[in-house]
């Protein structure tokens, strides 16, 4: 109780402050998130250009986008579609380079079958096709056709 009370008195006999406790910090914190969305927007442009930059196994790329690490903002998960394929691959925007280490991985588009045009008339293949900015379905044929 006795610091509370101190406090307390402090506050209404003691000397008036200027501005409000927090003021100098609060104004850093936000400067620092400016910041960092600005550092993270200029390296996201640079990873997007450098996924375009090149072909894909002979292939130009349609669309592509760049994912963030959370933790490095100059590390980034790229994504380029080309007409027969998905291509995945980590980028680094401080060089720029898409794939430095090798890592590169194919999916390639499946064939349309009757099965996949029935799921994508569905409500849920609806939302899905609609939602998913690189989708990609798989069938499985059964037994029992």
């Known amino acids: 109780m006795l610091p509370a009370l101190s406090y307390l008195i402090s506050e209404e006999l003691g000397a008036r402050r200027k501005a409000p406790d927090g003021r100098l910090g609060t104004i850093l914190a936000l400067m620092c998130v400016v910041t960092l969305w600005g550092i993270r927007n200029y390296e996201h442009r640079r990873a997007v250009n450098a996924l375009e930059a090149r072909q894909y196994l002979g292939a130009d790329p ?13 590390r980034w998960r790229g994504v380029v579609e080309t007409r027969n394929f998905f291509a995945t691959m980590p980028v680094d925007s401080l060089t720029p380079k898409a ?47």
């Open 62 to 74: 349609v669309r592509s986008s760049a994912y963030a690490f959370w933790w490095n903002p100059f």
């Open 99 to 145: 794939d430095p280490d090798g890592e590169m991985e194919f999916r390639y588009k499946p064939q349309e079958t009757p099965a996949t045009l029935v799921a994508e008339k569905s409500y849920l293949g609806h939302v899905y096709l609609v939602w998913a900015k690189y989708p990609t379905t798989e069938t499985e044929p059964l037994e029992m056709g």
